[in-house]
């Protein structure tokens, strides 16, 4: 069993920086996946972006450009450097991980203010 925790969310400001951070309880090695997701009030949960275990990323057209998903094996920890914030980015983000077993985190509240 593996607990993923969320860090990193706030109240910022339109075209500030926030990194969120998604720490392990074990090692991240396993995971062949690992990656954001996002829900707004309203809305359903949609996905961010995505690092394979090679390092391969994809993101979601909405944050292409902005936002930059990275893993640190060594650290357990999955990162996501969010820049250029706009106030559609407010959500609650969410990491996971799947390998044998998928893993969610508990989320992070984003609030991007105009």
């Known amino acids: 069993q593996v607990q993923l925790v969320e860090s990193g969310g706030g109240l910022v400001q339109a075209g500030g920086s926030l990194r969120l951070s998604c720490a392990a309880s074990?090692?991240?090695?396993?995971?062949?996946?690992m990656g954001w997701y996002r829900q707004a009030p309203g809305k359903q949960r949609e996905p961010v972006a995505t690092?394979?275990?090679?390092?391969?990323?994809n993101y979601a057209d909405s944050v292409k450009g902005r936002f930059t998903i990275s893993r640190d094996n060594a650290k357990n920890t999955m990162y996501l450097q969010m820049s250029s914030l706009k106030p559609e980015d407010t959500a609650v983000y969410y990491c996971?991980?799947?390998?044998?077993?998928?893993?969610w985190g508990q989320g992070t509240q984003v609030t991007v203010s105009s």
């Open positions: 690092i394979t275990s090679s390092g391969s990323t």
């Open positions: 074990g090692s991240i090695i396993s995971f062949n996946v």
């Open positions: 996971y991980a799947a390998g044998r077993v998928s893993y």
